[in-house]
């Protein structure tokens, strides 16, 4: 992997929640194929949103006024499938 990528994979959102109380040299992250589809594009945060708006599949969130990290959003159970578990150090 190149040291561009490895930058990337320690900026992610998850890496940010991640927590353990047996503490590890290891961490997880499970990466997923996501159908998006027509996504709505936000920039504040909506943690009251049940859905996408009537025409859209999804939900773009996009860094700016609230969100730190771009993010999507998928509504139906069928939109995602687990694809890859990797495991890192960050040493």
């Known amino acids: 992997m190149a040291k561009n990528e490895v930058d990337r994979y320690e900026n992610y959102r998850a890496d ?3 927590g353990n109380i047996y503490p590890q040299p290891y961490r997880a992250v499970i990466l997923a194929v996501v159908v998006v589809g027509l996504g709505e594009k936000l920039y504040r945060d909506s943690p009251e949103r049940k859905a996408p708006s009537e ?4 939900v773009l969130g996009e860094v ?13 159970n069928d939109a ?8 890192y150090d960050l040493q």
């Open 64 to 76: 700016g006024k609230d969100l730190n990290y771009d993010e999507v959003v998928v509504y139906r």
């Open 80 to 87: 995602i499938r687990p694809a890859w578990l990797v495991i």
């Open 55 to 58: 025409g859209y599949h999804s």
């Open 16 to 18: 940010d929640y991640q």
